[in-house]
């Protein structure tokens, strides 16, 4: 084969790639868990919840917030990857984060957090 041809083939299927991994990307979706089905088997896995701010203890470096469903969980906030936004207790919030083990009990890592009202 001449290095025209091969050179041809693989920007096609380089392009072809990169069309279906953008395809499949928008499909992909974090689906919304209750804190009661969240054990230790989905430690390091990413989550979706929604519940209401219970308590909120905010420092210079991090945010932790215990968040209610029925049940209740804890929640940490970086702030040096994160902007700030005013959390209040009541507020319900959405997070996306990681599911993560600390002395014992589960808590999630949020990645993001978003205040629904």
């Known amino acids: 084969m001449k290095e025209q041809t091969l050179l041809k083939i693989a920007l096609i299927t380089s ?10 990307s928008g499909n992909i979706e974090i689906k ?28 210079e470096k991090v945010t932790i917030m215990e968040i209610i469903q029925p049940q209740q969980m804890t ?16 507020n319900e919030i959405e997070i996306f984060g990681k599911v993560d083990e600390y002395e ?7 990645d993001r957090l978003r205040v629904v009202r």
């Open 15 to 24: 392009l072809l790639g990169l069309l279906i991994l953008y395809l499949i």
């Open 32 to 59: 919304e868990k209750d804190i009661e089905k969240i054990t230790i088997e989905n430690k390091d896995e990413f989550v979706k919840l929604r519940g209401f701010v219970n308590k909120v203890i905010d420092t």
């Open 104 to 110: 014992g009990s589960l808590e999630i890592i949020a």
């Open 75 to 90: 929640v940490v906030l970086f702030k040096d990857k994160n902007e700030t936004m005013p959390i209040q207790q009541g």
